[in-house]
């Protein structure tokens, strides 16, 4: 499988985020070519901010993998992650990211602020912007889109 087909699992976990009432965001952590965590956001419905993606999939790689250190994995996400994301992937020594969309608002690998990339912190994984860009961002708009006809009826 290539970065793509990975995104296109992460997608998967937004859609289905989505359908849960959630910010559509999904997370796929990959060891050695080989999928040990999948997730989306849950923390509406557990009323709980910590349930980003990342975070549940961070969870769950560690679990997989018996270490809080996520060494060599791949963290394959829909929308840049926030701060809390940013610095929980640092804690982790998360290798890579691979991200469908930025944040604008809030997203801390590059566009507003800079945790993941940030020189000055014991560990730097190498950040990629724009896969599936296009499918990523629209789950985004249509959600944000459909929320607003919703609030305005």
Known sequence: ?????????????????????????????????????????SNRASHDPTRHAEM????AASDV???????ECTL????????????????ARIKRIIIGTRDTKYGACG???SICGNATLNHVPKIIFG??????????????????KRGSR
């Open 65 to 71: 993998l018996q270490n809080e250190r996520l060494l």
């Open 131 to 148: 896969i599936l860009e296009s499918e990523t961002s629209q789950l985004l708009h249509e959600f944000f889109d459909s929320l607003r």
């Open 111 to 113: 566009s507003v602020l």
């Open 76 to 91: 394959f996400v829909t929308k840049e992650p926030c701060a809390m994301c940013a610095g929980a992937i640092v804690h």
């Open 1 to 41: 499988m290539n970065d793509e087909d990975y995104m296109r699992i992460a997608i998967e976990e937004a859609k289905f985020a989505a359908e849960a009432g959630e910010i559509p965001v999904g997370a796929v952590i990959v060891h050695n070519d080989t999928i040990i965590a999948r997730a989306r956001n």
């Open 56 to 59: 549940e999939a961070i969870r």
